[in-house]
């Protein structure tokens, strides 16, 4: 099945501090996803970029789909963006169902 | 509205014990899906459902047994499970085959003693 992998695993920032977070696949994808999972474990909708740029407020990712890699960017920190962001991808073999990477674990301090 | 809920919320059941996960989504999604997340692990698929017709069992012991009543609603019952079978299960749901973007509700945090 398609291989996901997400670097660095653990990161940790202080408050006002811009990072990004790295997805590679190992194969063509119909679905990318990131997610946003909250210390009570609520996952939340991040982007769907299965390709291209895509902005909301403090964060904005890239899929560079023949590339096989999305960032993640994360500008001017703030302490509730701590928490594990996951990158799920869905590859293009006609098979409904997400792979998730490893995760990166954020931890901004203030 | 792009709300999945599930219920309950937190489950404590003994290793002969029978009970249920439910989810229920009102998005008009026909594509649902259950996830168990181990402490530190990613969610690994258990189960996808595509119109209401199982389509993807990964290899889920029997003990596991999910239900799609209608549409909205997707069941998981839980029979002699194993206290290894601790974990935050959660459920998911998708447009369609053509429009796969997958959204998540809170979860159950299930254990077994």
């Known amino acids: 099945g398609i291989q996901v992998e997400q670097s660095p695993p653990d990161l940790i920032l202080q408050e006002g501090a811009n990072s990004t977070l790295r997805c590679n696949f190992s194969?063509?994808?119909?679905?990318l996803q990131w997610f946003h999972q909250n210390p009570w474990g609520q996952l939340i909708n991040l982007f769907y970029?299965?390709?291209g740029t895509k902005q909301n407020g403090r964060l904005s990712a890239t899929t560079v789909a023949t590339e096989r890699y999305s960032l993640l960017y994360i500008s001017s920190s703030q302490t509730t963006d701590s928490g594990v962001y996951f990158c799920?991808?869905?590859?293009?073999?006609?098979?409904?169902?997400?792979?998730f990477g490893s995760g990166t674990r954020l931890q901004v301090q203030p | 509205d792009t709300e999945v809920t599930q219920t309950p919320k937190h489950l404590v059941m003994g290793m002969t014990n029978k009970k249920s996960l439910k989810c229920e989504q009102h998005?008009?999604?026909?594509?649902m899906y259950w996830y168990k997340q181990k402490a530190k692990k990613p969610p690994e698929l258990m189960f996808v459902?595509?119109?209401?017709?199982?389509?993807i069992n990964e290899s889920v012991p029997s003990r596991f047994s999910p239900e799609c009543p209608n549409s909205s609603l997707l069941n998981l019952h839980l029979h002699a499970l194993q206290p290894e079978d601790s974990a935050l299960y959660l459920c998911?749901?998708?447009?369609?085959?053509?429009?796969?973007?997958?959204?998540f509700g809170p979860g159950t945090r299930l254990t077994v003693l």
């Open positions: 459902y595509s119109y209401e017709k199982l389509s």
């Open positions: 998911a749901s998708s447009h369609s085959d053509s429009l796969n973007e997958q959204f």
């Open positions: 998005m008009g999604h026909r594509a």
């Open positions: 799920a991808v869905e590859g293009d073999t006609g098979r409904r169902a997400l792979t």
């Open positions: 194969d063509s994808v119909n679905n």
């Open positions: 970029i299965p390709s």
